[in-house]
């Protein structure tokens, strides 16, 4: 099984992308996190013709929203709201024959790393929290993945400077240590750093502000790919598709996928 996760800041918008991708790499699933856009519009026919004929979409009009896309049955299509929030962040589905998947999109926490100070900040450490607890109390001994846009860069090398990224929101050490309750929970392995050293830059975002994104890479690694140990050990290959930075109208986000024996 080919699995990709792709935070892609409008799937109408981006549709094209995600036909290129799907040209390019025939993924079993797609997750797309950010799909900005109500479910009675999401554009449903093109991933039918795709072959994608089994879907389980979750948005708002504007913002957020989550999709599973997958050309294998699925069973128990499931959506999670967390925060007293409907604001389509997490779903979920069993893949027939396969694992539980989880389709998240933790928020991003504005600018300010300072939870009184910004109710965008709080948000986000909030839903880390509630996450981890209901992760907490469920069954383990299913096969389980959980992808998407993590919003958090949890190491030294997953920005592109350690020092100077401390304070910024994403790599600050609350959060980190927040996104490490989080996996713990899980019961799950990071499989891209199964694969990718710690020692060497890994990242899967570049901010639009820069001029030059490929010349400075300044990238963080927002987009994360967990399966329970079990199933890491069937993971035969970790691709971070870097040059989909570089396509017409591109998301600041780049796909992360997975294959699975």
């Known amino acids: 099984m080919r699995l990709a ?28 996190q950010e799909t900005k856009v109500p479910d009675e519009l999401f554009p449903h ?3 039918a013709e795709q072959g994608y004929r089994h879907r389980h979409v979750s948005g708002m009009k504007g913002y957020n929203g989550v999709a599973i896309l997958s050309r294998r049955p ?9 925060c007293g929030m409907e604001d389509c962040r997490h779903i979920h589905v069993k893949l027939e024959k396969g694992p539980e998947l989880h389709c998240v999109y933790v928020p991003a926490g504005g600018d300010a790393p300072d939870a009184k100070a910004n109710p965008k900040f709080a948000h986000k450490l909030r839903f880390l929290d509630e ?3 209901w992760w907490r109390g469920q069954a383990t001994q299913k096969p ?30 609350v959060e980190v240590d ?30 639009y502000r820069a001029r030059d994104w490929r010349a400075s890479d300044r ?27 570089g396509w017409d109208q591109p998301s600041d986000h780049v796909p992360v996928m997975a294959e699975l024996g």
């Not at 040209?23 to 797309?32: G, S």
């Not at 699925?74 to 967390?82: D, E, I, K, Q, T």
């Not at 993590?150 to 910024?168: C, F, G, K, T």
């Not at 799950?188 to 199964?194: C, E, F, I, K, P």
């Open 178 to 207: 927040k996104l490490g309750k989080l996996q713990k929970a899980f019961g799950g392995v990071d499989v891209a750093r199964a694969f990718v050293p710690h020692s060497q830059k890994l990242y899967s975002w570049w901010s």
């Open 74 to 82: 699925f069973a128990a299509p499931a959506v999670r709201h967390w």
């Open 45 to 47: 026919g093109p991933f």
């Open 144 to 173: 389980r993945l959980l992808v998407g846009d993590l919003n958090i860069a949890p190491l030294e090398h997953d920005v592109w400077s350690h020092r100077q990224m401390l304070d910024v929101v994403s790599h600050t050490p």
């Open 5 to 32: 996760t792709w935070n892609i800041n409008s799937v109408r918008l981006r549709l094209p992308l995600v036909l290129r991708l799907i040209d390019a790499a025939r993924p079993d699933v797609i997750c797309l």
């Open 131 to 133: 996450l981890t607890a």
């Open 219 to 245: 990238g963080r690694r927002l987009d994360h790919i967990w399966a329970d140990p079990a199933l890491a050990g069937n993971v035969k290959r970790i691709a971070i598709l870097k040059d989909a930075r």
